[in-house]
């Protein structure tokens, strides 16, 4: 228990349940990143006079800290008010996630707000209320005040030069942002936070009671997380102007219920749409040529999603836990399914891939419960592992001939499976690949049927692999 330290770097902090503060020895040099993570019975880190690094999330999910003390004699460190520092309080770096105080007045010698300064993973700082922010600031960095779940309001000063992605996401308290006049790069109406311009929408605030959203027009962009997490959002109005939507820009609105995709629109971000549960139609538009990682991840309550004919690929967990789409047209000129696109979609019934699709990946149809229908191109090379597992209804399977490798439990799991169809020059078929599936009867591998009697229902794989493949191959030369 206590400090891993290796050659002056402090890895770790292992701590006895029931400490409640940690010095850090001299002789250390560095604190590694995330090295007092998850210790959340602290409330109170001293760091010594050798430390010239802190690393990124050093002090992550610290629930319970409520001071930050570093020592007079360090030459790149200081703390104010329990609240961490570089040496000259230039750069505010970490404000403690416990920190009792309602009202926090930065320092006037402040300029630069840290990336998560105000945030430790998970949460916000828990009691912070009100934030007083010096004309001296003219950065802010992203996440830096992220699910402060108290903070009031906020007001940005004419100097503040730079605002980082989701800088003020999240909140449940936030009712608006109000921007100095005088500030040549941002604005603020009715509480919502944009560029000078008025064509990027910064930060919509998570605890505005409104329980709709029209977005003016001529804003083209919808920022990082610009609504995510709202607590009372149900529509949101896109102009026509939008042509891009940011990364996890509707993320965890749990209450919205629809948004009308506009025809410019032209760039979805990842996690655009992820965990809006009652989110229940979507139409993405023409022009769209990607559907990003994670896209409409979790989101239970979609029943019907519509996409355009420009689409050409379909990114990592995009719709996977979309437990209520029972049906998806997949566009032809879709080449690429990224693993996991679909993993949980408990209810989708029927799934058709188009040719020039060569690859599915890992885990892509894991867990669709309801699939009792897969179309497979011709084009299909590859089948990745668990690519099928435990898709419950599917009953029969035929895999195309320019298929040559079948992954680790492809369809492992399938209960119901009674009759496969491979291709004759299958060159892999990996451990598992049909594995558990007991109702199986039979596969047919060119002209032979090889029956239920001659398998081992538990795993026919290998098997597959020694005997049953070479006897069909000469069997059909």
């Known amino acids: 228990m206590g400090f891993e330290i290796e050659y002056g770097i402090l890895k770790s902090y292992n701590y006895d349940e029931g400490t409640t503060e940690a010095v850090i020895p001299e002789g250390v040099t560095e604190i590694r990143m995330a090295a007092f993570s998850e210790c959340d019975w602290l409330t109170e880190i001293y760091i010594s006079s050798t430390v010239r690094s802190i690393g990124r999330d050093a002090f992550r999910n610290c629930f319970g800290l409520q001071r930050i003390t570093v020592s007079p004699e360090n030459p790149c460190f200081s703390s104010l008010d329990g609240v961490l520092f570089d040496k000259e309080q230039k750069i505010l770096l970490t404000c403690p996630c416990a920190r009792p105080d309602r009202e926090y007045h930065i320092p006037q010698t402040v300029t630069e707000i840290a990336a998560e300064a105000f945030f430790c993973s998970e949460t916000g700082c828990t009691e912070l209320e009100s934030v007083i922010i010096p004309d001296s600031v003219t950065a802010i960095g992203e996440r830096a005040f992220q699910l402060c779940e108290k903070l009031r309001g906020v007001f940005i000063p004419a100097g503040v030069k730079q605002i980082g992605e989701a800088a003020f996401a999240g909140g449940d308290e936030l009712r608006g942002i109000e921007v100095s006049p005088e500030n040549p790069y941002f604005c603020s109406v009715d509480g919502v936070l944009f560029d000078k311009a008025m064509t990027t929408l910064i930060q919509y605030p998570a605890g505005a009671p409104a329980h709709s959203c029209a977005v003016p027009e ?8 610009a609504f995510a997490f709202t607590c009372a959002l149900k529509a949101v109005a896109l102009p026509d102007s939008i042509t891009g939507i940011g990364k996890g820009a509707f993320a965890c609105c749990y209450y919205l219920e629809s948004v009308r995709l506009p025809e410019s629109l032209n760039r979805l971000g990842e996690a655009a749409f992820s965990c809006c549960k009652s989110l229940r139609e979507v139409t993405v538009p023409e022009g769209v040529v990607r559907i990003e990682d994670r896209t409409f991840r979790s989101c239970t309550g979609l029943t019907r999603l519509t996409l355009p004919d420009s689409l050409t690929s379909i990114g ?6 979309c437990t209520g789409l029972k049906s998806i047209d997949i566009p032809g000129g879709v080449t690429t399914v990224g693993r996991s696109a679909f993993w949980q979609a408990e209810a989708l019934e029927s799934i058709t891939l188009p040719e020039g699709v060569t ?15 897969v179309t497979l191109p011709e084009s299909l090379k590859t089948i990745r592992n668990s690519a099928f597992l435990h898709c419950t209804e599917l009953e029969s399977i035929v895999i ?27 060159k892999t078929i990996c451990e598992q690949a049909f594995g558990k599936c007991g109702a199986l009867q039979s596969i047919i591998i060119g002209r032979a049927v090889i029956p239920a009697s001659e398998l081992d229902k538990e795993d026919i794989t290998l098997k597959l692999l020694h005997e049953l ?9």
């Open 316 to 321: 990592h967990y995009a719709f996977d836990y």
């Open 359 to 373: 690859c599915i990946d890992e885990l892509t149809f894991k867990g669709c419960k309801s699939l009792k229908s």
């Open 469 to 477: 493949t070479w006897k069909a191959m000469r069997e059909d030369p």
């Open 400 to 426: 195309p001939e320019g298929v040559t490798h079948i992954g680790a439990g492809a369809f492992c799991g399938c209960s119901r499976l009674r009759s496969i169809t491979l291709p004759g020059k299958v």
């Open 218 to 225: 001529g804003v083209r962009f919808i920022g990082a997380k």
